[in-house]
């Protein structure tokens, strides 16, 4: 499938399930890439390309490292899900991810656990 096949299918879920918390949703086709603003201000990227590759960034301030990122673009992480790996918030390092690159699969989970509250954390949520 196709990247703009995959973000045309993340746009349906994150209306879906992140509607009534979005203040704005940018859909920039030549970058591939969805840009939503939450009620709270915090940024959501979603990326995908023709390679089979993805990422989900969550950004919640411009302090360092107050982000988290799932994605598959850097293969160099030792972790059992490899490629796919998490980068978790407050920190750089790889850690295993529950995220397939695929958006039936991923932006539900995505959306589940931003509404949670989950990503935000030191814990891991998966």
């Known amino acids: 499938m196709l990247g703009l096949e995959k973000l045309l299918l993340a746009k349906v879920c994150l209306e879906k399930y992140l509607s009534y918390r979005v203040v704005q949703l940018n859909f920039e086709l030549k970058l591939r890439r969805i840009q939503l603003t939450l009620r709270d201000n915090s940024l959501v990227y979603i990326v995908y390309n023709d390679h089979d590759q993805y990422g989900y960034q969550i950004v919640f301030s411009s302090l ?37 690159g695929d958006p039936t699969h991923d932006i539900p989970l995505l959306c589940q656990l931003l509404l949670q509250g989950q990503l935000r954390s030191k814990e891991i949520p998966f």
């Open 64 to 100: 360092q490292l107050d982000r988290c990122r799932f994605d598959n673009f850097d293969k160099g992480w030792n972790v059992s899900t490899s490629p796919h790996h998490f980068h978790s918030w407050l920190r750089g390092d790889g850690l295993a991810s529950p995220m397939k």
